[in-house]
Nanobody, 121 residues
Framework: QVQLVETGGGLVQPGGSLRLSCAAS????????LNWYRQAPGKERELVAS????????DYADSVKGRFTISRDNAKSTVYLQMNSLKPDDTAVYYC??????????????WGQGTQVTVSS
């Protein structure tokens, strides 16, 4: 079955950096775009960054452009989110996401368990 396991969250001071990883299994990783979302307390889940299956197309939320970088290693079935110049507003649970289509189920969203990122002095 599809599994997404995020790691790398933690507590960091404003201006600091973290690198999140999402290890995927249960599907053909190299054929699918991957996404990072985040959800802060009391707020809706928002899309932070996306990467195409080849890694050539990247998209970012305006709030993280220039600070976050999404990348992937298809040989390791892993997607990364490098987060620099972190701000308290970046505090949230970060989720890895993949949308997979099948003839039997249609398009299904799969999510990891999330990893907490806290930016505080």
């Amino acid at each position: 079955q599809v599994q997404l396991v995020e790691t790398g969250g933690g507590l960091v001071q404003p201006g600091g950096s973290l690198r999140l990883s999402c290890a995927a299994s249960g599907f053909t990783f190299s054929r699918h775009a991957l996404n990072w979302y985040r959800q802060a307390p009391g707020k809706e889940r928002e899309l932070v960054a996306s990467i195409s299956n080849t890694g050539r197309t990247l998209d970012y939320a305006d709030s993280v452009k220039g600070r976050f970088t999404i990348s992937r290693d298809n040989a390791k079935s892993t997607v990364y989110l490098q987060m620099n110049s972190l701000k308290p507003d970046d505090t949230a649970v970060y989720y890895c996401n993949v949308q997979i289509w099948s003839a039997s189920l249609g398009t299904v969203d799969y999510w990891g368990q999330g990893t907490q990122v806290t930016v505080s002095s």
